[in-house]
């Protein structure tokens, strides 16, 4: 079911993949492809094409469709824009954390998640400073508010599950805290990928349809030039 997270003064988009159970069946055939000797994968071993994969093409096809449904939130027609995944990769956790960053590189990112065990659902936390409007930086976090809500929060966790896309603004730092201090030792079979959390994440590039005269925003690739 789509939901809209709205974290002052950001958003957070959040739909279900109807096929999930065969998406991670397809998956779980699929991912030794995506893996380096050591069974690891993430951008650091150059995994980074995952969408032009045509096994996984419909999973790419609903972020696109869950990244139009993002856009719209801001009240503008989403078909303004082509939607470029410009880059996918794998993230797969048994026991280390995910630490805190962004995607800044990109307009908007998303992570879907295809296999989540119980033993290791840690949520997602979202954090939307440094870049907060109040009236003295931190005035909130110093003086202990009686209660948190959209206005004076600087974090916000949600907990996935298999499924689950999170749309968001690439600029927007998120974590995910570390499971237990046991080393990673990457999937090597089966029963591997059944331990671990793993997700897909992805960065989408907007660019103008047509050529346009507004101020901001990337004109249609079609215009551009490499010199």
């Not at 939901?3 to 739909?15: C, K, S």
């Not at 993430?42 to 999973?59: A, R």
């Not at 201090?181 to 103008?208: Q, V, W």
């Amino acid at each position: 079911m789509a939901q809209l997270h709205l974290l002052f003064p950001v958003v957070v988009y959040e739909d279900t993949y109807e096929n999930s159970s065969s998406m991670k069946d397809v998956f779980s055939k699929i991912i030794f492809q995506y893996l380096n000797e050591r069974g690891m994968s993430d951008e650091n071993t150059g995994h980074v094409t995952m969408h032009h994969d045509n096994l996984l093409k419909p999973l790419f096809g609903f972020a696109t469709a869950a990244a139009k449904k993002f856009v719209a939130q801001y009240m503008i027609d989403s078909d303004l824009f082509d939607y470029h995944v410009v880059k996918s990769w794998m993230n797969m956790i048994e026991h280390r954390e995910t630490p805190q960053h962004n995607h800044a590189d990109a307009h908007i990112s998303f992570v879907y998640y295809v296999n989540l065990p119980k033993t290791n659902d840690m949520p997602i936390t979202f954090c939307n400073y440094p870049n907060r409007y109040e009236p003295f930086p931190f005035m909130s976090k110093v003086n202990t508010p009686t209660e948190w809500n959209a206005i004076n929060s600087y974090a916000w966790s949600f907990a996935p599950q298999e499924g689950t896309i999170f749309v968001f603004p690439s600029t927007l730092s998120h974590y995910v805290e570390k499971h237990d201090e046991k080393p990673e030792t990457g999937i090597h079979n089966s029963e591997d990928f059944m331990r671990h959390r793993i997700s897909i994440a992805g960065d989408i590039l907007l660019t103008y349809k047509d050529k346009s005269a507004k101020s901001l925003g990337l004109q249609p690739i079609k215009n551009w030039r490499t010199f």
